[in-house]
């Protein structure tokens, strides 16, 4: 009896050293949330002696708390039997702590008491939030790299200026809609304003010439891809920068350049930079010939889907096109061209509203404001172009396209000053008009500062 009692003093004594030597704050709280035991730990945490501790209720020595907390876990732990673990930056002990909840379940199976285990985490936190302040800081430096590499390249091709950016947005939206995670995303935006750094070495005037190029002169293009990889080869970018610079010519059956490759050679990233790039070049005005517009593009990335364009890529970039906001304002005194115009929109699936009368156009704009504003210039009751004023005044987010007739050309040159996007010349001509509209809807998915797309949309 005497041996028996003894061993139970001991195993006690035993479980009692290992309870206190523990680095960790222990408490064992009762279901009246009553704190009966706590290790050494606990007592160093609550700078109190552990008898003065005990008979105190949890949310008091924890939190600083009169009444129980809210979303006191101890519910939750008991009726679902698994334990619950947190981190809370706790204000009343200044430190942020790793809390763990669990239930103590006697022989029976009840649960009537709960083990708390409390880690101090503050140090390990702040060291982990410096850390990613420095690598966010670390992205920020290299974004703006890369915008200003992107830049200066395209200062020496006027006609392409924006196209880094456009396919650096264009991307990202591509990669958002393919749910690729956030850092892929980041590279993506990066590997866009870089992608064409190579053309620093290719000669002006083969960059703005205005005729086809020869042979010669596209053999001296096709360089930029390498120049552009060994530019960026030795920079340590968290992201595959120079590769994807690199193969964003290259195409899944092998027909690209520099190298040739062929599908699983090319990394993802290139392969959403190639789509974004084909779609931006397109939409854009090259110097030997007008932009080929939206509608090409898709052909394009449609008809390429599989041979030489990744087809989850193609789909994505359909999806983000798809999604681009296509509501349209008109507004023309001039009732049959109107009505023309409003047919014809309406019959390629833009929502459209259609004004003859500028003042009632700004009075539904200032409910409702349109992405797209198409404008007559000379209206009796309203100038286009003070129309335009007074939208600008209710948001800045619009994009202006003006009907402009013979001998307005002044006229066009202050609309250009309001930043207008382009000017139809009367006779209206409807491709001429389609294009000049999806170039602004495309336009502003490019300069969309493209946070949750579908929130936009
Ligand atoms: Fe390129």
């Given amino acids: 009896m005497r041996d028996s009692r003894g061993k139970v003093s001991r195993d006690a004594e035993q479980w009692r050293l290992i309870f206190d030597s523990m680095i960790d704050a222990v408490i064992i709280v009762s279901s009246d949330l009553i704190i009966t035991r706590l290790n050494k730990a606990a007592a160093r945490l609550f700078k109190d002696n552990p008898k003065n501790l005990v008979g105190k209720s949890c949310f008091h020595l924890i939190y600083g708390r009169e009444k129980p907390c809210e979303v006191c876990p101890h519910k939750r732990v008991s009726e679902s039997g698994k334990h619950e673990t947190w981190d809370e930056y706790i204000p009343h ?93 980041e590279g993506l935006r990066v590997c866009g304003l870089l992608h064409d750094v190579g053309k620093i070495s290719v000669p002006a005037e083969i960059l703005t010439k205005p005729t086809r190029l020869t042979d010669l002169e596209h053999g001296i293009v096709k360089l930029h891809s390498i120049t552009g990889y060994e530019i960026l080869k030795n920079i340590n970018f968290p992201w595959p920068v120079a590769t994807v610079t690199l193969q964003h010519h290259e195409r899944l059956d092998g027909s690209g350049y520099p190298d040739g490759l062929k599908a699983e050679q090319i990394i993802m990233e290139s392969r959403v930079l190639s789509v974004a790039d084909v779609v931006d070049a397109m939409t854009t005005y090259r110097p030997y010939r007008p932009a080929l517009g939206l509608g090409a593009a898709i052909d394009e990335i449609k008809k390429g889907r599989r041979v030489i364009y990744d087809h989850e890529v193609v789909d994505a970039c359909l999806e983000v096109i798809e999604k681009i906001d296509k509501r349209i304002m008109i507004v023309d005194d001039e009732i049959p061209i109107l009505n023309m115009l409003k047919d014809f929109f309406t019959a390629t699936r833009y929502e459209v509203l259609a004004f003859d009368s500028p003042k009632a156009a700004l009075k539904s704009f200032a409910e409702t404001p349109f992405p797209i504003v ?27 396209i003006v009907l402009t007739g013979y001998g307005e050309k002044e006229e066009a040159v202050e609309a250009l000053r309001l930043g207008v996007n ?25 300069e969309e500062k493209l946070t949750p797309l579908s929130q936009r949309i």
């Fill in 374 to 400: 198409l404008t007559d210039l000379n209206m009796p009751e309203m100038h286009g172009l003070e129309l335009i004023r007074q939208m600008k005044k209710i948001t800045s987010d619009i994009q202006f």
């Fill in 93 to 185: 002990l200044g430190k942020t702590m790793l809390i763990d909840v669990s239930s103590i379940i006697d022989k029976n199976g009840a649960s009537s008491n709960f083990v708390h285990v409390l880690r101090d985490i503050t140090e390990i936190k702040s060291i982990k939030f410096k850390q990613k302040k420095s690598q966010l800081q670390l992205i920020q430096s290299f974004k703006g790299i890369a915008q200003a590499m992107g830049k200066m390249v395209e200062q020496r091709d006027p006609y392409t200026a924006g196209h880094s950016e456009g396919v650096s947005r264009l991307s990202v939206a591509i990669g958002q809609q393919m749910g690729m995670d956030e850092d892929t995303i």
């Fill in 422 to 446: 382009d000017f139809i010349d009367k006779p209206v001509e409807l491709k001429a008009i389609k294009d000049a509209v999806e170039k602004a809807s495309f336009q502003r998915l490019k």
